[in-house]
C-alpha cells in the first residue's frame, strides 16, 4: 500500500528537467522520442525513474545491454497515452485491481464514451499497456528485442528470460 502512496505523490509532484530531457535525447531515436513525450508527465516521470534505477541496478551484474536496458525502461508505458485516461479513471483502476484482481481485469474493454465505458478503459489501458506499448514501438518499426521485452514486463517471471526484462521488472516495482 505505501508504495502506491508513493506513486499518488510522485504523480503530483512529477517533473522532467533538462538534464531528463538530454538523457532521453541521448538514449531514444526521434520516433521514440516522440512516444516518450505522447505520455502525460507523471508518466513520462515515472519511465525516467524506472530507467535511472534500472541502470543503477544493472551495474556489476553480466551480461546486460544497458542501451537496451535504459531503452526499454524509458520506454516500457508508451501504452499509456497522454488524455486516453483521466487521473480518477486511473486511480480507480488501481483501486480495483487491488481490491478485486480477476473481476476487474475482465471488465477492462477498449473504447471511450460515457462514464462507465470510461472506467472499463481505465481497466483495459492499465492491464493492456504492455501489449499497447509494444504495438505502439512496432509500429514505429522498434528493435523486436526491445518489443518482446516491453510486451512481457507485467507477465510472470519465466526460465531463460534476457536479463534486461528481469532488472526491467525489479526497477518498475521499485517505482
Not at 13 to 24: G, K, N, P, W, Y
Request: with cysteine; net charge positive.
Amino acid at each position: 500500500m505505501w508504495r502506491r502512496v508513493k506513486q499518488v505523490l510522485a504523480a503530483l509532484t512529477a517533473r522532467v528537467t533538462a538534464a531528463d530531457r538530454e538523457f532521453v535525447a541521448a538514449w531514444l531515436a526521434p520516433a521514440e522520442r516522440e512516444l516518450f513525450y505522447a505520455m502525460n508527465l507523471p508518466d513520462q516521470y515515472h519511465a525516467l525513474q524506472v530507467a535511472y534505477t534500472a541502470r543503477r541496478l544493472a551495474a556489476g551484474r553480466g551480461g546486460v545491454d544497458y542501451g537496451l536496458l535504459t531503452r526499454c525502461a524509458l520506454l516500457h508505458d508508451v501504452g499509456k497515452v497522454k488524455g486516453d485516461v483521466s487521473t480518477f479513471d486511473k486511480t480507480f483502476a488501481v483501486l480495483a485491481h487491488r481490491l478485486a484482481p480477476g473481476r476487474a481485469e475482465g471488465w477492462g474493454r477498449a473504447g471511450r464514451g460515457g462514464r462507465i465505458a470510461n472506467l472499463r478503459h481505465a481497466l483495459h489501458v492499465y492491464f493492456r499497456h504492455p501489449e499497447r506499448s509494444a504495438a505502439l514501438l512496432a509500429g514505429i518499426g522498434a528493435n523486436e528485442r526491445l518489443v518482446g521485452i516491453i510486451s512481457s514486463h507485467h507477465q510472470p517471471p519465466a526460465p531463460g528470460e534476457p536479463p534486461e526484462l528481469t532488472i526491467l521488472r525489479e526497477a518498475d516495482d521499485m517505482h
